[in-house]
Each structure stands twice: as structure tokens, then as C-alpha cells.
């Protein structure tokens, strides 16, 4: 039986000052808490219905009604678990890295992990004031990838301005992606849903590059993950 105490914990887990409070986030759903159980995550508490993670010493069965109690999804599914938030380790720096300034959509961002999983990057890399990659909107949508991901926050500009790489941001008025010349080892930026790259960040951009529109379509932009796919794709095409 799930405690008030443990209701109470779970739920505040929702808010990001209470996962950096605790360090802890949850994840539900079978092959989400099996990706996380399988990788260098640490659980903390495992909550699951009877037949599910038998071999998982650290669990506590529980009915549906209260899973329904603890869950953060219209449908509660098989399971849910708290792992514990590790520490950012510094990583080699090689190929393509990906950064976003400001993105505030989990499920953008859950995609753009899950879209650094698929193409093998290594490093996902967010403004301060980007969505917390542990919300639980942003792991379910990343479907186990930021186990695979290093996602870290930093200063945007400073980080920029330490590295040596050419920078390409994706702006509506750039050159066509499939006109430029795309090198291996690059920086490719993309902005906020609404507003886009941000000034002091643009001024760090030393390509500009674009999607171009085919037809006569009055559709203004393109969704920030499905951009993020087309260009990553072809940096990683040539």
C-alpha cells in the first residue's frame, strides 16, 4: 500500500523545486522504468502491479486505484519509479551538438532527446531557462533516450563563445540547409518555440541557416523538433 507520506512525495514531484529539492523524478510505464533500470540511473522506489519487475528487489506492488493516486497521466500504466537525478559529468565534445535556447514544450524537448538518441549525439545542450528535461511530460516523451543523452544546462552565451566550432542557428531568413556546406564537427542551434534564437545568442551564430518552403502555403513555421529533425539529418546525411 502506497503511504500518504509517498503520495505526498510523488506528487510534489511534479514541480521542478521539489525534484531539485529531493533530487528525484519519476518515470512511469513498463519499458520507460525498464530503460531507466537498465541504464546508469539509480532508483530509488519502484510502485507496479503484480507480474511486473518479479526479479526487482526494491518494489512495492500496488493496485490500480492506486497507481491512479500517484500517477501523472490520464491513463496510469503498469508502473511507476523514482530514480534519483544524477550529477552532469563533463563528456568528450566531438561531432555534431545540438543546442537549444529557451524551449519550453516537454514535449519538444522530449523529442529533440529522443532525436539525439536516434542520430548518436552525444550532448543535448539548453539555455538556463529551457524546460527541466526531468518533468515527467519531458521523460515520457523522450521514451527512455535520456538514459543515452547527456542533457546539461548552462550559459548559452558563455559556452558559445568557449568553443571554437562553427556555429549554425536555424533562422526563417537563412540559407537553404540543403545549399550550405555542413561540416562534421558543428554547433547546431535552435530556438524558442514562439520567438526563435534569442539576440544575444544570434550574435553568436556564424552561419544562418533555413528549411525552405515548398508550394504557396501560409503555414508560418515549422514545429521546433520536427525543424530540429530535417536539419540534424542532414548534417548527419553529408
Known amino acids: 500500500m502506497v503511504s500518504k507520506s509517498q503520495i505526498k512525495l510523488i506528487t510534489s514531484l511534479n514541480q521542478k523545486k521539489y525534484r531539485q529539492q529531493h533530487g528525484l523524478f519519476v518515470v512511469e510505464g513498463i519499458k520507460g522504468v525498464e530503460e531507466f533500470l537498465n541504464s546508469h540511473f539509480k532508483l530509488h522506489s519502484l510502485f507496479t502491479m503484480e507480474g511486473f519487475f518479479d526479479e526487482q528487489e526494491n518494489k512495492e506492488h500496488v493496485s490500480e486505484n492506486e497507481l491512479k493516486k500517484i500517477s501523472f497521466l490520464k491513463t496510469p500504466q503498469k508502473a511507476l519509479a523514482i530514480f534519483e537525478i544524477p550529477k552532469v559529468s563533463k563528456t568528450e565534445k566531438k561531432g555534431l551538438q545540438l ?18 538518441d536516434w542520430f548518436n549525439i552525444e550532448n543535448l545542450v539548453c539555455s538556463k531557462q529551457t524546460v527541466d528535461c526531468y518533468n515527467p511530460k519531458v521523460i515520457q516523451a523522450t521514451m527512455g533516450s535520456i538514459t543515452r543523452v547527456n542533457v546539461i544546462y548552462t550559459d548559452l552565451y558563455e559556452y558559445l563563445k ?14 537553404s540547409v540543403y545549399d550550405a556546406v555542413l561540416p ?16 544575444e545568442i544570434e550574435n553568436a551564430v556564424t552561419h544562418k541557416i533555413s528549411i525552405p ?26
Do not use: H, W
Request: charged share 20%; proline share 3%.
Open 99 to 116: 543546442v537549444v535556447d529557451d524551449l519550453r514544450d516537454p514535449g519538444n524537448l522530449g523529442t529533440l532527446i529522443r532525436l539525439c
Open 162 to 175: 568557449a568553443e571554437d566550432l562553427p556555429v549554425y542557428g536555424a533562422f526563417m531568413n537563412g540559407v
Open 184 to 199: 562534421k564537427e558543428a554547433i547546431l542551434i535552435l530556438g524558442n518555440e514562439a520567438n526563435g534564437i534569442s539576440s
Open 213 to 238: 518552403q515548398f508550394g504557396t502555403s501560409t503555414t508560418e513555421s515549422l514545429n521546433v523538433a520536427i525543424a530540429g529533425a530535417i536539419l540534424v539529418s542532414e548534417f548527419k546525411r553529408r
